[in-house]
């Protein structure tokens, strides 16, 4: 091909021409060296002196490319095969170029023109497989690697890729064949035996997979990916603290690979390090903000540390990412309903159904959303549904029967919690709603019976001890009623109801003072309970305290001017003392009745209890 030479004085164009030789020398020399800066230099020096050969702009392309400056090397190349289209270094290097901006349709079609020119080019048929194998088109890309190997049989790359593209077919025994084969050529290739191990892991010999990766990381030990298909397999034998190494060593390594991220954090959930799992998933969103996976993982760990609103961001930006993933819908739901916000979350489970049809959990957490809206119907038939999908689900049962109760069917709702006894007999709770329906129902010494059972099973949930006291009182076990209330106080001294129940059984028992004793703790957590006031004032009355009795009905009343048993109780008092004095009182002298009572002006009542006028 002849070539354009500027015209020129005949010294100076040979001169010129000996000046731009010598500075392609130059670059030469440099890109040989690795001095790839320099040999950009004297490339473009070289340019400047005139017109410059096909060779020139190609050489200029791999230095480029050396540089990892891609998208100039492309425009070198191309400079190069516009001047000789027939250039098989410009094209292959462009193809590779093309591979290596990720534009493999190109790629694909540029290596495609490379073997047109020349057949036999080995490099050229093993790119293609590369792109072929990038764009998932396995058969083609095996294809492709086979007829690189007709015209290379010892080229160990090629024999690695056609490993990789038969383990991509499934095809895991042939791979292990082939990586076997490339390692006979080159044992000392890191790669070959980290996807040797990637076939082990596939095929569950993880014991072989690991042993690979070890090798492939004493070979290769700066290589992150080694060390976190390493930290996979350890993961998978359950060896958490070793995984959890090898992560870390790979974020050292590469501090930009999201899911090794999501590895971490993975497993500082297992262990209930959900701070650190928050960090590790929050660096894996900044890494890649559109991967739903590592946004819904995040919305999970923020919603166990209860930072309501940030997992609802979290999962808001998972569903807008895959809006026809069920689970985001779901996990969006709970924690809307966590945050009090039950409509939106009833709207959420909605969804989650739509998409997902079958999802019983879903039919549950919509019923308990409607439950929470007052939804009672829709509630029940939300969780009956449920129960279709599932019929052995305690949990589902266990909500039908809240809504029975809600809805005052105590005896489906009996039945309901009865079936969770027939599923599992130890569930202390269900024995306790049992027992709470069988209350409701008057049945007082089933009801008995099933506190009893669920204490037997679960002694340290006091809170049933309260519900026993209540049932022995019914049933006039008034020394069994003390025994839960005390035992209930031991271990919850703060709880008001408690020690009014304590008062009224102590009081059935005639142990008056310590009635008393137990209303006035009970004041000191509920110091504007009327009602205690009324117990109080009555077992006052029993003592015979009977001005103290008339303070406590009289305070009763400030704090409830409409409570009629106050009132009456008062009057019976004052009546009996009027009755007793005018009895008492020789005929013709005045009575002289000496009660101090309390006022009832609005602004003193104010004053006293600090409560508005």
Request: glycine share 4%.
């Amino acid at each position: 091909m002849n070539y354009p030479i500027h015209a020129t004085h005949g010294e100076n164009t040979s001169s010129t021409r000996n000046l731009q030789r010598r500075r392609l020398k130059e670059g030469y020399a440099h890109f040989k060296a690795a001095r790839y800066e320099q040999a950009l230099a004297a490339f473009e020096q070289a340019r400047a002196y005139g017109p410059c050969k096909p060779s020139t702009y190609n050489a200029k392309g791999k230095t480029l490319y050396k540089l990892a400056r891609y998208e100039e090397a492309l425009a070198a190349f191309e400079q190069a095969l516009r001047l000789n289209s027939s250039s098989i270094s410009a094209s292959i290097a462009k193809a590779d170029t093309l591979y290596r901006l990720k534009q493999y349709e190109h790629a694909l079609i540029a290596y495609e023109h490379t073997l047109q020119l020349d057949p036999l080019i080995a490099l050229a048929s093993n790119g293609r497989g590369s792109a072929l194998y990038k764009l998932a088109r396995y058969e083609e890309a095996l294809a492709a690697f086979e007829q690189g190997l007709q015209h290379d049989q010892n080229n160990t790359v090629f024999y690695e890729n056609k490993g990789q593209a038969l383990y991509r077919l499934g095809r895991d025994e042939e791979a292990l064949a082939t990586y076997e084969h490339a390692l006979q050529l080159d044992p000392q290739r890191a790669s070959i035996y980290n996807n040797r191990g990637n076939v082990y892991y596939d095929l569950h010999r993880i014991e072989e997979a690991l042993e690979a990766y070890e090798r492939a990381i004493v070979l290769e030990p700066d290589e992150a990916i080694y060390h976190y298909n390493q930290g996979n397999t350890l993961l998978y034998m359950e060896c958490y603290k070793d995984a959890l190494v090898c992560f870390e060593q790979a974020i050292h390594l590469d501090p930009y690979c999201t899911p090794t991220f999501v590895a971490k954090g993975d497993i500082h959930v297992r262990f209930e390090q959900f701070e650190a799992a928050s960090a590790a998933y929050e660096h894996a969103f900044q890494l890649d903000s559109d991967n739903a996976s590592v946004c819904n993982r995040l919305g999970n760990v923020l919603y166990t540390l209860r930072r309501y609103q940030g997992a609802l961001t979290a999962y808001k930006h998972a569903v807008r990412l895959s809006p026809d993933e069920a689970t985001f819908h779901y996990n969006k739901g709970n924690v809307l309903v966590s945050l009090g916000l039950f409509e939106q979350a009833l709207a959420a489970f909605e969804r989650t159904l739509r998409l997902d049809p079958n999802d019983a959990s879903a039919w549950n957490n919509k019923g308990n959303a409607l439950y929470r809206l007052r939804r009672y119907k829709n509630a029940l038939a939300a969780y009956e549904q449920a129960l279709h999908l599932d019929s052995t689900n305690t949990v589902f049962h266990y909500n039908k029967g809240r809504a029975l109760a809600a809805l005052e069917s105590y005896e489906e709702s009996l039945t309901a919690f009865e079936q969770i006894t027939q599923l599992d007999a130890c569930d202390a709770q269900a024995h306790t709603s049992k027992g709470h329906m069988l209350f409701q129902l008057k049945r007082y010494e089933e009801a008995l019976g099933a506190y009893d059972q669920a204490l037997k099973l679960a002694p340290s949930h006091i809170e049933i001890y309260q519900s026993k006291g209540l049932v022995c009182f019914y049933l006039k076990l008034y020394v069994e009623a003390v025994a839960a209330y005390t035992h209930l106080l031991q271990h919850a001294p703060n709880n008001a109801s408690a020690y009014s129940s304590l008062g009224r059984s102590l009081h059935e028992l005639g142990r008056f003072e310590e009635a008393v004793v137990a209303y006035e703790r009970a004041l000191h957590f509920v110091p504007n309970d009327p009602k205690v006031y009324i117990t109080k004032g009555d077992a006052l009355h029993a003592l015979h305290r009977t001005e103290e009795a008339l303070i406590a009905y009289e305070y009763a009343m400030i704090l409830d001017h409409h409570d009629d048993e106050a009132w009456s109780k008062r009057a019976h008092i004052i009546s009996n003392l009027k009755h007793i004095e005018k009895t008492s009182t020789p005929e013709g002298a005045s009575p002289s009745l000496s009660i101090n009572l309390l006022p009832f002006t609005s602004s003193e009542t104010g004053d006293a209890f600090g409560l508005e006028s």
